[in-house]
Structure formats: C-alpha cells, structure tokens
Nanobody, 118 residues
Framework: VQLQASGGGLVQPGGSLRLSCAAS????????MGWFRQAPGKEREFVGR????????FYADSVKGRFTISKDNAKNMVYLQMNSLKPEDTAVYYC????????????WGQGTLVTVSS
C-alpha cells in the first residue's frame, strides 16, 4: 500500500485546512486508516482513525470536536478536515494505514507540513 498525503500549508490561528491522502496498491487489505502528526522537537502523536469498511471514527482528545476524518472508498481517499486550528497544531501530518489482522500501522505516507501562525 502506498500513501500520498497532501494539502498542508500555512494557516492563521482559528482557520481551517483539509488534508488529503491518496491510497494505492493493495487497498483490499486495509482495515483502518488514520492520521498521526509530529511537531518540531516532539514525539509522533496519534490524531485519529477511520475504519475502511464503515464510518467509525476515533480521535485523540487534543483534536476531538475540531478535526474530522472522512473517506471516499470509490476514490481510495481519506481526508482530515481541521477546523479552529491552534499554533500547537503545527506539525508534519502523516497518513497511515493498518491492514487486516495486523494491529499496527504498517504503512506510512511521506507527511505534509501544517503551520498555524499569524
């Protein structure tokens, strides 16, 4: 499975941004897709996930109510809608995927930088 994230950029505090992740390859093997982020000088942090076969989502407390993950199975796309952005949301955001039976995030995209600053 190959993952290609895009949509990062510079946004002002309180603004919105939508990240996209294009999946290709053995899509049939995917069970869950998600997003992680890594801020400068900090450890990588889980953001949220969505099941490939349903609409079930789960979010980290730090983004709950502000971020929304959605998908388009027909286009093999996953999205991360980010609203009410804060400077502490500044990070490189990674699209990830977990195949059925794995229990771990086996596939990672290259990351896209989101900078929240005035």
């Amino acid at each position: 499975v190959q993952l290609q994230a895009s949509g990062g950029g510079l946004v002002q505090p309180g603004g919105s941004l939508r990240l996209s992740c294009a999946a290709s390859g053995s899509i049939f093997s995917i069970n869950v897709m998600g997003w992680f982020r890594q801020a400068p000088g900090k450890e990588r942090e889980f953001v949220g996930r969505i099941r490939w076969s349903s609409e079930y989502t789960f979010y980290a407390d730090s983004v709950k109510g502000r971020f929304t993950i959605s998908k388009d199975n027909a286009k093999n796309m996953v999205y991360l809608q980010m609203n009410s952005l804060k400077p502490e949301d500044t990070a490189v955001y990674y699209c990830v995927a977990s195949p059925a039976g794995s229990g771990s995030w086996d596939y990672w995209g290259q990351g896209t930088l989101v900078t929240v600053s005035s």
